[in-house]
């Protein structure tokens, strides 16, 4: 297996992982599958994740200060805002609301 198919593997593997109403950031993806900065990477991978089987919930991801920058990369008929809403994550400005508190990091909860 190529680097490439690993870090894509490992990208979606964690994203599946992410509970439902929670968020997390593309560092700490990066950082948790041992590719400290490339969080830019992970989004492009994410990208490329919205046809994959099984799903990979990449509207979970947003950036550090839990702004939605992906959000223009997602179908129309399946936007990111919509997607986090109907899991009761509040969106104020392109933001989640309480970032903090829905902020789910990998290294911490999904480690453990």
């Known amino acids: 297996m ?3 198919d690993v870090f894509q593997r490992d990208v979606f593997a964690l994203t599946r992982a992410i509970p439902y109403g929670r968020v997390t950031s593309y560092g700490a993806i990066a950082r948790s599958i041992g590719a400290a900065g490339a969080a830019r990477r992970v989004g ?3 990208n ?3 046809n994959v089987v099984p799903p990979v919930p990449a509207h979970r991801v947003v ?3 839990g702004l939605l920058t992906g959000r223009m990369h997602f179908p129309e008929d399946h936007p990111m805002e919509a997607q986090l809403k109907a899991e009761g994550v509040e ?4 933001g989640v609301v309480n970032f903090a508190e829905k902020f789910w990091d990998p290294q911490v909860e999904w480690l453990d």
């Open 2 to 4: 190529s680097k490439v």
């Open 91 to 94: 969106i104020s400005d392109c």
């Open 63 to 65: 950036n550090r200060q």
């Open 48 to 50: 490329t994740s919205f």
């Open 44 to 46: 492009w991978v994410l």
